[in-house]
């Protein structure tokens, strides 16, 4: 067996691995972003990466209604803060419950291998343990550029929130 953290990017469910999760916070209320492009150039904060833009969400729903997930590789060498929609649950995987897929949309491949049936009828996309971001592409450096957000200075970026 092994956890899963699901999270909600739009209509798309995604699975990461618990061990590549280091804490789960809701965004503050007050918080408010901007794009990475346009943070001011003495800015010291982290950017966040709003997967339910890098993942092709049409109309994502306003930053400050999500909730942000601290990713760490399992060698703790890189690390990003992750902007969704929601944290759903925690699911547990047994042997069998995650089926291989070899088609997914081509902006999905680099970053899921498999699936997972939920309750609900619905599909949860596992992300690959340490997934690395395609950036080979200019597309795909370009969709990652336009995913990143900086919060407006003074603003705050955790909720105070839980650990995992």
């Not at 729903?61 to 601290?70: I, K, M, R, V, Y």
């Not at 929609?85 to 995650?98: K, Q, T």
């Not at 596992?126 to 395609?134: A, G, H, I, N």
């Amino acid at each position: 067996m092994r956890e899963h953290v699901c999270a909600r990017c739009g209509e798309c469910l995604l699975l990461f691995p618990a061990e590549n999760i280091v804490f789960i916070e809701p965004v503050a209320s007050q918080t408010r972003f901007r794009p990475w492009k346009q943070r001011s150039r003495g800015s010291t904060a982290p950017p966040l990466l709003d997967l339910r833009r890098l993942v092709g969400v049409p109309a994502p729903a306003p930053p400050e209604d999500g909730a942000t997930l601290q990713w760490r590789s399992t060698d703790g060498a890189r690390e990003l803060t992750l902007l969704v929609d929601a944290v759903e649950e925690i699911v547990n995987c047994y042997e069998g419950d995650l089926i291989e897929v070899p088609i997914l949309p081509r902006r999905l491949r680099p970053l899921c291998d498999q699936v997972m049936r939920d309750p609900h009828g619905r599909l949860r996309l596992r992300v690959k343990l340490d997934v690395r971001l395609p950036l080979e592409r200019p597309s795909d450096r370009r969709r990652y550029a336009l995913s990143l957000l900086t919060p407006v200075e003074g603003a705050n970026v955790s909720g105070g929130g839980r650990s995992r």
